[in-house]
């Protein structure tokens, strides 16, 4: 059995750990069956942002009319969009995987891990125990109960980044910020797009009234139903036919393609982390404290596979952490204040702190400051007609407590308000910032603006 004084399970964020580590002069052994990089590189944030982009320019082409430019698609080259992405990925997953071999104090064990004791690995055929573990093993598609799908060949977002062949049409189970981002993919290069949600709205974790909008808006896309289950899968032919029922209501719903989108599943069942004396939720999560610590002596987890927040940026944050927790022995508890995410679908999305639904839950003394961006200058450029920024602030000592973004570039225009909250600054610091004008950033600007201090007395 080969001992270690780190093991880091996950090349993803984990990797983040397991250099610095390294370059201490630690004795480090990386557990990755699959590429390096970790989901976010291979299967996630990198290449859908990349191929959403080509989505991004084909909608501005097909609106172009209304910037008095007449122009037209004349083909799409799909396999190139999906193969360049991948092709980009690929290459730096590989570079990662030679630069940890190279590393004299790193060893890749490229296979599955299982725990067999605590701090106890079975790799492939060989045993490994380290002084301290880091499981950062991540999440993968959770693929529900319906009727009939594991008999069809459906796809998960895994595969739908690295389709060659462009469906014709495809079928969305999920309603998520995934089923979001690449409804608007496949959508915006001409694939025709049925999406399935259980729940009445669409991206439903997100603010009410944004989630409402943004449904809306895709309604008029795409053919979007709510409030449906998928209950029966089959193949007719080539098409897969899917049974979705609202009650009584059944409809069905036949298409070229079948995108499963219905959250993710923690990675902890493949691990058998129970084993290694770590104490799992009810979804399946690893259970850790304050500092990431898990129940297992000198063993912590860090993003998705801990069910924190499941971003790259909050699992690189958390690795953070854990470096100065595991490796620097210095317990600091992870701050997880002003925790941004982004939904890059068309309109974007994007949101930091509270929602108006979770203030009015907790009772808070809030203020509302609201502003469309058709009414900015560079709003009315755009013809952005659905954006629109809502912030909440505290009545008595004006800190905002959350800030919510629907439309043009809102994954960037949020950053002023993280900055603002991550330094306990209150929204007078916005407004009395000067924002160059016409730029988009007035809109955040003039939400502040538009906050209504009064009491509600």
């Not at 172009?64 to 990925?89: E, H, L, Q, W």
């Not at 899917?242 to 298409?255: E, I, P």
């Not at 639904?357 to 469309?372: P, S």
């Not at 920024?389 to 960037?412: E, Q």
């Amino acid at each position: 059995m080969q001992t270690f004084d780190l093991i880091v399970i996950g090349a993803g964020s984990g990797l983040n750990i397991s250099s610095a580590a390294a370059e201490k002069g630690l004795k480090v052994a990386v557990v990755e069956k699959g590429p390096m990089g970790g989901t976010c590189l291979n299967r996630g944030c990198i290449p859908s942002k990349i191929i959403i982009h080509s989505a991004d320019v084909a909608e501005l082409i097909r609106n172009s009319k209304s910037f008095g430019i007449n122009s037209k698609i004349n083909s799409i080259d799909f396999k190139y969009i999906t193969g360049m992405a991948s092709k980009i990925v690929d290459k730096d997953a590989k570079e990662i995987e030679e630069g940890i071999r190279e590393d004299k104090n790193t060893t890749l064990f490229k296979t599955e891990a299982k725990f067999i004791s605590e701090r106890t690995l079975q790799t492939g055929k060989e045993t490994i125990r380290g002084d301290k573990v880091i499981i950062a093993a991540g999440t993968r598609p959770s693929v529900p109960s319906i009727e009939g799908l594991k008999d069809v060949d459906f796809i998960t977002s895994d595969e739908a980044l690295r389709l060659k062949k462009q469906p014709k049409s495809m079928t969305i189970l999920g309603g998520g910020y995934i089923a979001a981002e690449l409804a608007h993919f496949y959508g915006a290069l001409g694939t025709k797009i049925s999406i399935i949600q259980r729940g009445n709205l669409l991206v439903p974790n997100e603010d009410e009234e944004i989630a409402s909008r943004f449904t809306g808006i895709f309604r008029k896309k795409y053919n979007v139903l709510t409030n449906f289950n998928a209950t029966k899968v089959i193949m007719k032919g080539k098409k897969f036919v899917v049974t979705a029922q609202n009650g009584k209501s059944a409809k069905k719903l036949s298409s070229d393609a079948l995108l499963v989108a219905t959250g993710r599943t923690p990675n902890t069942d493949i691990l058998d982390a129970e084993k290694g004396n770590i104490r799992i939720d009810e979804k399946g999560f690893v259970k850790t404290n304050e500092y990431l610590e898990t129940t297992a002596k000198n063993t912590w987890a860090l993003g998705d596979i801990a069910g924190k927040f499941l971003f790259k940026h909050s699992a690189n944050l958390e690795a953070q952490y854990v470096y100065s927790n595991a490796i620097l022995n210095k317990k600091i508890p992870v701050d997880y204040s002003a925790m941004p995410h982004a939904i890059f679908s068309s309109p974007q999305i994007a949101g930091v702190g509270m929602r108006e639904q979770d203030l009015k839950q907790k009772n808070i003394d809030y203020a509302t400051g609201r502003y469309d961006y058709i009414n900015s200058g560079m709003g009315l450029a755009l013809q952005d007609n659905d954006g629109f920024v809502k912030i909440f602030a505290d009545r008595k000592t004006r800190k905002i407590l959350g800030c919510h973004i629907l439309g043009t570039d809102a994954s960037t225009l949020i950053h002023e308000v993280i900055v603002a909250m991550k330094n306990n600054l209150s929204a007078d610091a916005i407004s009395g910032s000067v924002h160059v004008h016409p730029a988009l950033s007035e809109v955040v600007q003039r939400a502040v603006n538009n906050i209504g201090w009064r009491t509600t007395e």
